[in-house]
């Protein structure tokens, strides 16, 4: 028997709903870590503090067993940048303070190569834009003048400083000079930083976050700034042996 073109027609269309046909669900991004470890390593040599790179061991430790994607560094050395990226795989930028009295970059002790501020990160934050290094444009009567740094990378960008240290006023001002700075990058930014300014204190150190971001302290000088983006999920005190600060582990998700 002869089956019309309209006859099989319908029984394709009878057998093609009898499939089961999966519904597609839309994927939902899973959150990951995000967390970034503020140092002060006291390693200039200079300092009282100072433990002849005693604390750049336990800096490399920390790294090696936490993992963090930014570390932040101050009061570090351009040989102990060259030393920590071997030991712990991670990418660096560095910037040097500058000499008042020399106008050259500031020298560590012991022929060290520059003092200065750097950022470390982990390989899997991406490759890194150009980054944003000058001296503040307020200075106090120090001889160290103080910098900042923000780098871009492909999947956030990370800022770091060293406020002035004996002037608050003037730590302020360089404050919110950095917070312009970083909320201009145009990227998902955090800052980590000694900013000799306190929670509470005169000025206020909150009053440099800027909108749209929070800030945690290790209950002194150092803070972590992150965009809202960033969800807070817990902070940490970590033993530095060598310096005269903790460290400071702030964990996200993002």
Same mark, same amino acid.
């Given at each position: 028997?002869?089956?019309?073109?309209?006859?099989?027609? +319908?029984?394709?269309?009878?057998?093609?709903? +009898?499939?089961?046909?999966?519904?597609?669900?839309?994927?939902?991004?899973?959150?990951?870590?995000? @967390?970034?470890? $503020?140092?002060?390593?006291?390693?200039?040599?200079? !300092?009282?503090? &100072?433990?002849?790179?005693?604390? /750049?061991?336990?800096?490399? +430790?920390?790294?090696?067993?936490?993992?963090?994607?930014?570390? %932040?560094?101050?009061?570090?050395?351009?040989?102990?940048?060259?030393?920590? %990226?071997?030991?712990?795989?991670?990418?660096?930028?560095?910037?040097? /303070?500058? =000499?008042?009295? %020399?106008?050259?970059? &500031?020298?560590?002790?012991?022929?060290?190569? =520059? &003092?200065?501020?750097?950022?470390?990160?982990?390989? =899997?934050?991406?490759?890194?834009?150009?980054?944003? !290094?000058? $001296?503040?444009?307020?200075?106090? @009567?120090?001889?160290e003048q103080r910098v900042l740094l923000c780098v871009? &990378?492909?999947?956030?960008?990370?800022?770091?400083?060293?406020?002035?240290?004996?002037? +608050? $006023?003037?730590?302020?001002?360089?404050?919110? #000079?950095?917070?312009?700075?970083?909320?201009?990058?145009?990227?998902?930014?955090?800052?980590?930083?000694?900013?000799?300014?306190?929670?509470?204190?005169?000025? =206020?150190?909150?009053?440099?976050?800027?909108?749209?971001?929070?800030?945690?302290?290790?209950?002194?000088?150092? *803070?972590?700034?992150?965009?809202?983006?960033?969800?807070? !999920?817990?902070? #940490?005190?970590?033993?530095? @042996?060598?310096?005269?600060?903790?460290?400071?582990?702030? #964990?996200?998700? *993002?």
């Amino acid at each position: 028997m002869m089956r019309s073109a309209a006859w099989w027609a +319908a029984a394709a269309l009878a057998a093609f709903a +009898a499939v089961a046909i999966p519904v597609a669900h839309a994927q939902t991004p899973t959150a990951r870590s995000f @967390d970034v470890l $503020q140092l002060n390593l006291c390693n200039s040599g200079f !300092e009282d503090c &100072y433990s002849a790179g005693k604390s /750049v061991d336990s800096a490399i +430790a920390m790294i090696q067993q936490r993992r963090p994607d930014v570390v %932040t560094l101050n009061e570090i050395c351009a040989r102990d940048i060259t030393r920590m %990226t071997n030991e712990t795989g991670y990418l660096w930028e560095f910037t040097p /303070v500058g =000499d008042k009295t %020399t106008g050259s970059p &500031y020298a560590c002790g012991d022929g060290r190569g =520059d &003092y200065g501020i750097a950022i470390l990160t982990h390989p =899997d934050l991406g490759a890194a834009g150009t980054p944003v !290094e000058r $001296q503040f444009a307020a200075q106090d @009567d120090g001889n160290e003048q103080r910098v900042l740094l923000c780098v871009p &990378y492909s999947k956030a960008a990370a800022c770091t400083t060293h406020l002035a240290a004996n002037n +608050a $006023q003037i730590a302020a001002e360089q404050c919110r #000079e950095l917070s312009g700075i970083a909320t201009a990058l145009g990227a998902e930014t955090v800052i980590g930083g000694d900013l000799n300014l306190l929670s509470g204190g005169i000025p =206020d150190v909150q009053a440099c976050v800027p909108d749209g971001w929070y800030r945690k302290d290790d209950g002194s000088v150092q *803070h972590v700034f992150a965009m809202n983006t960033f969800q807070f !999920e817990r902070a #940490e005190m970590l033993p530095v @042996d060598g310096t005269n600060h903790p460290g400071l582990l702030i #964990e996200t998700t *993002h």
